[in-house]
């Protein structure tokens, strides 16, 4: 790709980045230093991703691996696909901003060709991913579509009709999962990613929610920490629901907004189901108490780990948690055992100490200019041309 249309996406990304920060706003927690440890594990992606990402496509080509990812509870998708940008490109932005005064072309030219390269594998991946052929859920227009016409017949076959009180049993379930995942991750949702809308018939319309990862005791640990007492029914899950009469709205991290929110009484048909092996099978809606109750105890268990932990623990995890996201990737060649998912001692040394006394990197500033000055100078540092 010209530099000129790589930084055309760069410009498009900055705005998707925008939105999905006016949407949820810095992050917070009680419990871990959110801001502090994502701004840690960005900073180990700048510097060690690219080996990591050149192994990857050494065994398979972007085109091939968005081929094979449009099915049901795959590691790769809107949210993956994400990570291959936002992480780096944020790290890339505080290096330019508080190493070379703002200034891109100070970046080494072997960190530029990189860049440029992984922006390149990122546009071959995303637009042979999604069925709109453009590369983000944005551009193509706050919709999640990609996944293949084998698996949407699988799941509406498998669809059966539900009542209101049915569904809010379902979505208090769902609640139970939804917030072990996220604690497992360090309170993040990388085990999330929700899809859709897909037609079904008029003003009706199917949304699917995946889970994966999950701690069952017999997939391989995904986190040092997943190891809970309490195991859940199986490593993965999906909730796939039919909606009447609502709207939806996707964007880049794997989210959907529903209008109106409490939509239980919208709903027509639902179904569950999981992964054995290679193979889909269903996940009878009354066994979605027993991966409910699983998440409650797992859920308290990790509460309780990570609340003896002190701020650097917690920082150092949580960027370990956001750097193993790219496991996903090495997962697809077999190669994840022969990267180092811990934080480079370099990483550590330089950028810890840092985020142990302040809770943001300086160059967030660039996160709250006016469009006037984004115009000119996106979030995302252009490539100097």
């Not at 932005?93 to 990122?122: A, H, T, V, Y």
């Not at 042979?128 to 016409?149: C, D, H, I, Q, R």
């Not at 319309?205 to 195991?231: A, F, N, Q, R």
Request: aromatic share 12%; hydrophobic share 40%; glycine share 4%.
């Amino acid at each position: 790709m010209e530099i000129s249309k790589i930084n055309e996406q760069l410009t498009h990304l900055s705005c998707v980045f925008s939105d999905i920060l006016a949407e949820r706003g810095l992050l917070e927690s009680k419990l871990f230093p959110v801001n502090e440890y994502i701004s840690v594990s960005f900073y180990q992606t700048y510097y060690h991703l690219h080996d990591v990402m050149k192994q990857v496509w050494e065994r398979i080509t972007p085109e091939e691996l968005a081929k094979r990812s449009k099915t049901l509870l795959s590691e790769i998708q809107a949210l993956s696909i994400t990570y291959l940008w936002l992480y780096y490109s944020l790290a890339r932005m505080g290096i330019i901003f508080n190493k070379f005064d703002s200034d891109p072309s100070k970046e080494s030219r072997e960190k530029q060709e990189q860049w440029k390269w992984m922006l390149e594998q990122w546009y071959k991946l995303g637009t042979n991913y999604f069925n709109s052929g453009k590369p983000t859920v944005a551009s193509s227009g706050g919709v999640n579509l990609a996944l293949n016409t084998d698996s949407l017949d699988w799941v509406k076959d498998n669809l059966e009709p539900v009542t209101e009180e049915q569904v809010r049993s379902i979505r208090r379930n769902i609640g139970s999962v939804d917030l072990y995942a996220f604690m497992d991750e360090c309170e993040a949702r990388a085990k999330i990613i929700d899809h859709g809308p897909f037609p079904v018939s008029k003003d009706e319309v199917l949304i699917i929610s995946e889970y994966t990862h999950l701690h069952d005791g017999k997939e391989d640990l995904w986190l040092p920490w997943s190891d809970t007492e309490t195991k859940l029914p199986s490593a993965s899950l999906g909730i796939a629901m039919t909606l009447k009469g609502c709207t939806s709205f996707f964007n880049d991290i794997g989210t959907v907004t529903v209008e109106p929110g409490d939509y239980s009484r919208l709903v027509t048909n639902a179904c569950a189901y999981t992964k054995h092996g290679t193979k889909i099978v269903p996940v009878g809606l009354d066994e979605l108490q027993a991966y409910a109750d699983a998440a409650d105890a797992a859920q308290t268990e990790l509460y309780l780990r990570f609340a003896e932990w002190d701020k650097e623990k917690l920082m150092i995890a949580g960027a370990e948690a956001y750097w193993r996201c790219y496991a996903r990737y090495t997962n697809q060649v077999g190669i994840t055992d022969k990267i180092d998912w811990k934080l480079s001692q370099a990483v550590i040394d330089e950028y810890v100490p840092f985020f142990m006394d302040n809770d943001a990197d300086p160059a967030f500033i660039r996160f709250g200019r006016f469009d006037d000055e984004m115009e000119e100078d996106p979030t995302l540092y252009l490539l100097p041309e």
